[in-house]
């Protein structure tokens, strides 16, 4: 639901991080050197395309079933590479909330022992068991809740445009929709209105709706649009304006101080920030 980028400067440190790791299995080769040794002839590609690779061109790399048994023991994200990559996250991306559903915090926080612990866990977008090569390419991995990688997604695919994709584009190609008949919002409780993702002229992100059960799950955030319109009710245009000149503010400095500041761009930040502009602008908001 939310685009997440990986900067240059990022690539730069997991490569190094990953890459220069040592195998005490292996004469304390470097993963790098193992890699050049046994597997770039056969993938087709150096250690850096295939751990910072774009995420639209990974699922263009192949690699035979006998060789991704071989393969497995040192691509080996559970055992050997967990704790690194999840490191590298900890310091390197700010991460506030799910990238795929936007509703829970996942952020990282300090323990009363002085640890710091992260609310997330890394979901392989492309599954690590039928892809081993891919298990520590950077952009085939997310920081999403439990919910969505545990529960939700699993082995599952998303689809083939996902947050790390350069051309993910769900927040403008997909909106919360609530459907309201009735244009002076005497709307009561939550059964007077749906609540939807609506995507037009398209179906780019219908897998990735209904793998994450996310219609379903916003189906209890109903509360937050009531929220929304009790509010709007009380504040239409014209007491917004009125309000803006006592105050000497722009009407949308006021309707932020009324609203909150979800209607700015950093959605990642805020749990539901999405579903608040969303129906933000479908009640006129802005």
């Not at 990238?99 to 640890?115: A, G, L, P, Q, V």
């Not at 998303?158 to 927040?171: A, E, H, K, Q, R």
């Not at 309201?180 to 990735?208: C, H, P, V």
Request: charged letters at 30%.
């Amino acid at each position: 639901m939310i685009k997440i980028s990986y900067p240059d400067s990022l690539k730069n440190i997991y490569y190094k991080d990953i890459a220069n790791r040592k195998f005490k299995s292996r004469n304390y080769k470097t993963l790098e050197q193992i890699y050049i040794d046994e597997f770039q002839s056969l993938i087709g590609v150096d250690l850096k395309t295939l751990l910072c690779e774009e995420y639209d061109k990974l699922p263009k790399i192949k690699l035979s079933d006998k060789d991704k048994n071989r393969i497995k023991e040192i691509f080996n994200y559970q055992d050997k590479f967990q704790k690194h990559i999840s490191n590298i996250f900890k310091k390197h991306i700010e991460i506030h909330t799910c990238y795929y559903c936007n509703i829970d915090f996942i952020n990282i926080f300090k323990t009363t022992k002085k640890n710091f612990l992260t609310g997330y866990t890394l979901d392989h977008i492309i599954n690590k068991a039928d892809y081993p090569y891919l298990a520590l390419s950077l952009h085939n991995l997310i920081p999403t809740c439990y919910i969505c990688n545990s529960k939700l997604k699993k082995e599952n695919s998303i689809g083939d445009i996902v947050p790390t994709s350069n051309n993910f584009d769900f927040d403008n190609k997909v909106k919360f929709k609530t459907f309201m008949q009735n244009s002076n919002l005497q709307i009561k409780n939550k059964n007077d209105f749906d609540l939807l993702l609506k995507e037009d002229f398209s179906t780019d992100y219908e897998q990735y709706i209904n793998i994450l059960e996310l219609n379903a799950r916003y189906e209890y955030h109903k509360y937050k649009v009531l929220e929304l319109i009790k509010k709007r009710k009380a504040y239409p245009d014209s007491r917004i304006k009125e309000l803006a000149l006592i105050s000497q503010k722009t009407e949308e400095e006021v309707k932020q101080d009324l609203f909150g500041e979800y209607l700015q761009n950093d959605l990642h930040k805020r749990p539901l920030s999405k579903l608040i502009k969303d129906i933000s602008q479908e009640l006129g908001l802005y």
